[in-house]
């Protein structure tokens, strides 16, 4: 014990000049804190928010809308390399089906819940009789689907009105370089439009 003590005793005056020497080098002088200023200052320039750095392209698939809105012309989320059995004239063709159950098996998931009980929609009435690659609003024109928002819009002629000043729907990527807008159907089954009801989210702890 008095070895280890003896041993100890010498080591401590050496111990206490280290830790004064970290304690004095831990407080920054004034010259050293102003070059560390003026290093942040030259680095950092003042931000100006009306000019961005980068701006991300938008990858998918777009049209260019046949529509104008008070900024000019915008583009279109495309539609039809969405639909999974597109082209339909690949199946509707002059020939007889004779396959059992064929509307069953083909179109057995299309629930057609659009427009207002005992007035309800049928295929037809938006389908073209004819082409089946294409789309038929009530005054006989054919839309494409890429464009079906023009289908859309003649019943639901205030939603477009929104849709093409920015009000309703949703804009594809950043606020900021080419304007490219979600199509109705990116949104809405086109089948069953209506959103089904859910509660609320509640995003933060109620203030009491």
């Excluded at 560390?36 to 809308?65: C, G, H, I, M, Y």
């Excluded at 659009?114 to 389908?127: F, P, V």
């Excluded at 004819?130 to 689907?145: M, P, Q, S, T």
Aim: aromatic fraction near 8%; glycine fraction near 8%.
């Amino acid at each position: 014990m008095k070895r280890w003590v003896h041993r100890t005793a010498g080591l401590l005056p050496t111990a206490f000049l280290l830790l004064l020497l970290i304690l004095a080098g831990a407080q920054p002088g004034a010259a050293s804190e102003k070059s560390f200023l003026d290093e942040v200052k030259a680095v950092n320039t003042p931000f100006d928010n009306r000019s961005v750095a980068q701006v991300l392209p938008v990858t998918q698939p777009t049209v260019l809308a046949k529509e104008d809105y008070q900024g000019g012309s915008f583009r279109v989320l495309a539609r039809k390399q969405e639909i999974e059995r597109f082209k339909c004239s690949s199946c509707h063709t002059d020939k007889e089906v004779r396959g059992k159950n064929a509307l069953e098996l083909t179109h057995g998931n299309v629930v057609v819940q659009h427009g207002r009980e005992g007035n309800a929609l049928s295929c037809i009435d938006c389908h073209h009789p004819e082409d089946r690659d294409a789309l038929e609003d009530k005054k006989g024109r054919k839309i494409d689907f890429d464009h079906s928002y023009q289908l859309c819009g003649q019943c639901h002629f205030r939603q477009k009105r929104d849709w093409v000043g920015g009000a309703h729907g949703k804009r594809v990527e950043n606020w900021a370089g080419d304007r490219v807008v979600y199509n109705c159907t990116t949104c809405h089954d086109p089948h069953s439009p209506k959103f089904e009801k859910r509660f609320p989210v509640i995003y933060a702890v109620p203030l009491n």
